[in-house]
């Protein structure tokens, strides 16, 4: 596979993540962002035996890496190619009931980083950076197509980008004079939009919008809502849920969402019996986000950013 050649994979926190998930002889776990199997193929190789994986992914090139990387385990592995909101439905498919543990490794990969033809960088050509085929529209056309407030509501939100509403008028101004096609279109216009001052520190000043629009396009936070829902109730009793993310707004809701499954009961406080009938499902073994080590940081600058959090299913009856 000529493609798997460029596809580099280079698993963050791998000690961590095996720690944590704990895999044991018999398992079943799911990788609902398998990338190029990088944490995949660790995990295989920790449990000797019949360790099952099931691992999605909704990049083509991905899954192409991730076959040709974990070839070696047979039919130990399954590989699928969908979005990780849908793991439900995944696990539906193959007739799995219930798994021993799900990790998400959330964010972009180096390899869709680094190739100018899938559009994600501000250093790059193209402006498309959609991660797989499912997404409807490329950035250029969000670009293109999105009102001045919806594209500063985008910027705010996803890229808690301070200067959005400039940025958001200088794109809308400038694509009535020119269309916005390629990667160093709205570079130029996000340096002319953002202050000389603010542009002299901190990073790159189009990093945060770019940021924005990858999460519209994919409809990350969305997609990580509903993966996270459906990872907690596919958990076996004593399952793990480990997850990676790369940036506040990701990290944001997985702490959320762990420590509303492990509180249970959402009543206001002062009724007398309860009366939403939530039971905890979760116990999270993560206080504070695990960060890399500075080993680790100096050999990966990419691990840098990233956050681990993970907690235990510990409610066995499942609700309907």
Known sequence: ML?????????????????????RRGGVYLDGTVGGGGH??????????????????????????????????????????DNFRRLGEVLDGLGIEAVDGVLLDLGVSSQQLDSPDRGFSYRGEKLDMRMGPDAEKTAAELLAELSEAELERILREYGEERWAGRIARFIVERRVRKPIVDAQDPVDVIK?????????????????????L????????????????SAVDRLKAGGRLVVISFHSLEDRIVKNVMRREERGCTCPPGLPVCACNKVSRLKVLTRKPVVASSEERAQNPRSRSAKLRAAERVFVERES
């Open 214 to 229: 990858r999460i519209a396009v994919n409809r990350e936070l969305e997609s990580l809502e509903a993966a996270l829902a």
């Open 192 to 212: 002319a939009a953002v202050p000389a001052a603010a542009r002299r520190s901190g990073p790159h000043p189009a990093r945060r919008t770019f940021q924005a």
């Open 3 to 23: 493609l798997t050649a460029s596809f580099r994979h280079v698993p963050v926190l791998s000690k961590e993540v095996l720690a944590f998930l704990a895999p």
């Open 40 to 81: 995949a193929g660790l995990l295989l190789e920790s449990v000797e035996g019949d360790a099952r994986l099931v691992g999605i992914d909704r990049d083509p090139e991905a899954l192409n890496a991730a076959a040709a990387r974990l070839e070696r385990f047979g039919d130990r592995v399954t590989l699928v190619r």
